[in-house]
């Protein structure tokens, strides 16, 4: 056996809170305490000094977009963009220095807070890139812009396209797949690499990778799940089945974990295509369905009596109301229990109202939350506010309400939507832009952590947590002061001392300096070294 004894640290730990050292053999760990009876029950450990530095269990990301995320970071990154102008000059300093037949795929733009108010035209876009392919993804990556050749490269756009507007729906998803389709192999793998070692420096040991054919398609899922590294990939597969043996050999077929994830049962409030009750407030019309109240029945039916995890994308009330109905018909069918021991899940949940809240808490259904959608856009003076008024905005991603009623969360990042950054997308959930909708540090801590394990179907009760039994799953944070702080709109309550057994975690104040991540250790193995 190889033990390692790590000393000299400060461990996040419910058993050992005051600990100062951890020893882990093989993978596993199997001690925490003080240093001196460390080094006498372990003498032949390979000793670690963390000269002061926090160790934490380390995180998981329940919703990402691995190679999308990847060629943000390789390739056209248009997040800066502060303005329609300065998009339009970064694709063209981009065309400049890139060869002329290779596509230039862009995420992130946001044009909400630009002073133009609008996307680029087809023809603005022509002139920038020169005439090349160029698909440019908005900010929620439910819509987007692309140039002439790629419209012209996809041909049918299907009935519901209208020239000049923004690419939506199954028009977007045309494009966007074969924007996908002309990029190598060595480009997805170069983008997935670049992905999974950012995951990997953000303290993250496992991700959970939300795919589907109108997302990323089948050859991509396949090679992301071929393709080796140190993070964990949990594959979800967005597509309806209707009967059981349908499941199973969609499983089987693509090597996927569950059929859930971004199966979209509507799209984005900043596409306008979230499917809401009442009309959006800045523009005609309800948004979109993707999938009805039966289609959404017979897949969560289907794979129930498949033993396999499904799950939805589901952002507006409207959607949500479909989702839920769902989820009661086939309780009746089929048994409350039977639901419960699936963990299916529902991703976004963000205007989820207490009636649904009631219904999902009481059949175990798990939500995939993402704070950082409140932290960019919620707000009296966001983008939600813009979409829906002040009083709807105001209900949206009601964190508090959903732990409160016993709902297991899961929080990430939907990157590249937001960042792939742990510790801020914590901090988004406690420092929610509603009064009264934020989580306590140490619950949001869990959600991105312990639940966001149980979240990918690991129920042990020891994953994402550092004790003894655990996986050594963990990561090293240069951090500064640990407090214990309890959540409240009108009291925060800080604490330091030791006595109170509960471990500190990293200041999370707006203004506060976030945790930097010094090293990422899943089973005992260093993924990551700064």
Not at 48 to 65: N, Y
Not at 99 to 115: F, H, K, R, S
Not at 184 to 195: E, G, K, L, P, V
Request: glycine share 10%; net charge negative; with cysteine.
């Amino acid at each position: 056996m190889s033990t390692q004894l790590l000393i000299g640290g400060r461990f996040y730990s419910s058993s050992s809170p005051d600990a100062t050292a951890m020893a882990v053999t093989d993978g596993t760990v199997v001690w925490l305490g003080a240093e001196a009876p460390g080094r006498a029950m372990h003498p032949d450990a390979e000793i670690i000094d963390l000269d002061g530095a926090f160790v934490a269990p380390a995180f998981v990301d329940p919703h990402v977009h691995v190679t999308a995320l990847g060629l943000q970071l390789v390739g056209l990154d248009v997040r800066g963009a502060r303005s329609l102008a300065e998009l339009l000059a970064t694709v063209r300093a981009h065309a400049a220095t890139h060869p002329a037949d290779e596509v230039i795929i862009g995420e992130g733009w946001d044009d909400t807070t630009w002073p133009e108010q609008r996307p680029p035209t087809v023809a603005e876009l022509d002139a920038a890139a020169g005439g090349r392919l160029v698909y440019l993804a908005r900010v929620d990556a439910h819509s987007a812009v692309a140039s002439t050749a790629l419209l012209d490269a996809t041909g049918d756009l299907g009935d519901d396209y209208r020239p000049g507007e923004l690419l939506r729906a199954d028009a977007h998803h045309r494009v966007r797949t074969t924007a996908l389709a002309k990029l190598t192999r060595a480009q997805r793998d170069s983008a997935r690499a670049a992905a999974l070692d950012a995951a990997a420096a953000a303290g993250i040991v496992a991700v959970h990778e939300c795919a589907g054919p109108e997302i990323s398609g089948r050859d991509d899922i396949r090679e992301l799940l071929a393709f080796e590294h140190g993070v964990h990939v949990r594959a979800y597969w967005g597509q309806a089945v209707r009967t059981a043996d349908e499941a199973r050999a969609l499983i089987e077929e693509l090597g996927v974990h569950a059929l859930g994830g971004d199966l979209f049962v509507d799209g984005s409030l900043g596409s306008h295509t979230a499917l809401l009750r009442d009309p959006y407030a800045d523009a005609p019309g309800h948004g979109a369905r993707f999938l009805d109240e039966d289609t959404v029945t017979a897949h969560l039916r289907a794979c129930t009596e498949a033993g396999i995890q499904a799950g939805f994308h589901a952002i507006g009330d409207a959607a949500m109301d479909t989702v839920v109905s769902g989820f009661a018909r086939v309780a009746a069918e089929l048994g409350g229990p039977a639901i419960a021991a699936r963990g299916h899940r529902v991703e976004h949940a963000e205007m989820t109202d207490a009636a649904a809240i009631d219904q999902l808490a009481a059949l175990g259904v798990i939500l995939s939350v993402q704070p950082g959608f409140d932290a960019a856009w919620g707000g009296p003076d966001g983008m939600y506010a813009t979409r829906l008024g002040a009083e709807r905005a105001a209900g949206l991603n009601p964190f508090s309400a959903m732990a409160a009623a016993g709902i297991s969360l899961a929080v990430g990042s939907d990157a590249p939507v937001t960042d792939m950054n742990p510790w801020r997308q914590v901090r988004a959930a406690v420092h929610h832009r509603t009064p009264g909708h934020g989580l306590s540090p140490r619950a949001a801590f869990a959600a991105a952590t312990r639940g966001a394990w149980r979240a990918g179907g690991v129920r042990d009760g020891m994953a994402g947590t550092l004790v003894p039994g655990a996986p050594a799953s963990y990561a090293v944070w240069d951090a500064g002061e640990l407090v214990v702080a309890a959540a409240a709109d009108t009291v925060q309550r800080w604490s330091t001392d030791p006595r109170s057994r509960v471990p500190g975690l990293p200041r999370l104040d707006p203004d506060a300096t976030l945790p930097t991540c010094l090293r990422t250790v899943r089973d005992g193995i260093p993924i990551y070294t700064a």
